[in-house]
């Protein structure tokens, strides 16, 4: 049960990677390096959105969701964390706020994250969250070249997040069927997609006030089930 412990220090790793790199970069390369991220992103999302069995459990999920995350304003209360992470670390990175939420995001929606920490945490079979650990890691050097040091901070999230899944494991498996998790995947497909228009640029959309479009597709699609 150690797989988002090592999770994190891939990140960690591969954000002090980034850093390096990232100071040698020219401001014209770091742009090349952002869209060929986002481009890559906007693929890994479309695959996740297309796993969902249920578009109405998609569109209800997106919709209420994002509802209700406007309204607590989850994106705002990101914003502040990294802007509390920032005034701690005494940075004075412009991009630090987005390099974080945009990181964080990314890093911890998806079904690897939550089939691999419940395989991790069930079964002690932590091979799928190295896996993504691996990726995660390349990700975090091409997102710190970019966005800077606020995407190293992006590991504290990830410790939290990951380990609670894994050690809440026992607890939540028996609602997890296939169809749960496709459909939290597809949710969180979508979100991708939208992390990826706001690194490339093109809009900004409030990803992070759509994060509860996961566990609320997780719940609809298991009482459909029922």
């Keep these: ?77 990101l914003e502040r964390f990294a802007e509390y992470l920032k005034r701690k670390a005494g940075s004075s990175a412009e991009q630090f706020v987005l390099g974080f939420v945009t990181a964080s995001l990314l890093f911890c929606i998806g079904p690897m994250t939550v089939v691999g920490s419940f395989e991790d945490g069930l079964y002690n079979k932590g091979e799928l969250i190295y896996i993504k650990s691996l990726m995660d890691g390349f990700a975090a050097i091409a997102l710190t070249a970019a966005f800077g040091v606020g995407v190293m901070f992006s590991a504290i999230v990830v410790f939290v997040y990951q380990g609670s899944l894994t050690f809440a494991a026992r607890y939540l498996q028996p609602f997890l069927s296939d169809s749960v998790v496709n459909e939290m995947s597809a949710a969180g497909g979508v979100i991708v997609i939208g992390i990826a228009v706001n690194v490339l640029g093109l809009a900004k959309i409030k990803v992070g006030n759509l994060i509860l479009a996961l566990p609320l597709a997780a719940v609809i699609a298991a009482l459909a089930i029922h």
């Design 1 to 77: 049960m150690v797989g988002f412990f090592v999770n994190t220090v891939t990140v960690t790793a591969g954000s002090i990677i980034g850093l390096l790199v990232g100071t040698r970069l020219k401001d014209k390369y770091k742009t090349i390096v952002l869209n060929s991220l986002g481009l890559v992103t906007i693929i890994i999302g479309v695959r996740m959105a297309v796993r969902s069995e249920n578009t109405l459990i998609l569109v209800a999920s997106l919709v209420v969701g994002g509802l209700i995350g406007e309204w607590f304003g989850i994106e705002k209360q």
